[in-house]
């Protein structure tokens, strides 16, 4: 009687997992699928799958980074790419305070000192947008304590961020800050 006691204990572990298991949907699409049909389809949104941080998606782009690129260098380059897309961003905030949030300009600033250089060359290009969140990610990325240890505490800090209209004001101060500093990037 022990013996079969014994047995019967596991089986029946065994039996209640795979009971539990076999009421679950396989598919993990549904809920982002229902949520994407909520979310206008110029604004990216968050995917709810905590197996993925930092995918964002909608119809046109995905946030992700190619595996190949493993460096702080080779992601920079990606994300300073990726400046100019208007379609790269999401939304926070919720429908009382929505808040757009710029995906590339965010990555750069969490990279830092790797992308500082990456965002300095291009500050020549024509396009307004993408020159005001190279100017955004090189506030954020100037952040980087690394940086600031070199420059002892300077940062490029812009009066006005992500206005067009204030990007002229915006590169003189930012070219100010790289010829004080430049020569303390490659240290």
């Not at 300009?105 to 965002?119: C, H, T």
């Amino acid at each position: 009687m022990k013996q079969r006691l014994q047995w019967l204990a596991p089986a029946f572990a065994m039996f209640t997992m795979l009971a539990g298991c076999a009421g679950q949907s396989t598919s993990s699409q549904a809920p982002d699928a229902a949520v994407a049909q909520k979310v206008s389809p110029g604004v990216a949104q968050v995917s709810s799958g905590a197996a993925q941080p930092g995918y964002v998606t909608n119809r046109q782009v995905t946030d992700w980074v190619p595996p190949l690129l493993t460096s702080p260098e080779e992601k920079a380059a990606y994300y300073v790419s990726r400046l100019a897309d208007r379609r790269f961003v999401s939304q926070y905030g919720g429908q009382d305070n929505p808040r757009t949030w710029y995906i590339a300009a965010e990555r750069l600033g969490e990279i830092g000192l790797p992308a500082v250089p990456l965002l300095f060359a291009r500050l020549n290009t024509t396009d307004d947008y993408e020159l005001m969140l190279a100017l955004y990610a090189l506030q954020l990325a100037t952040q980087d304590p690394l940086l600031m240890a070199r420059t002892r505490g300077d940062y490029i800090q812009l009066p006005t961020v992500l206005d067009a209209t204030a990007n002229a004001e915006n590169v003189r101060i930012a070219r100010h800050w790289w010829q004080q500093h430049s020569a303390q990037l490659g240290e």
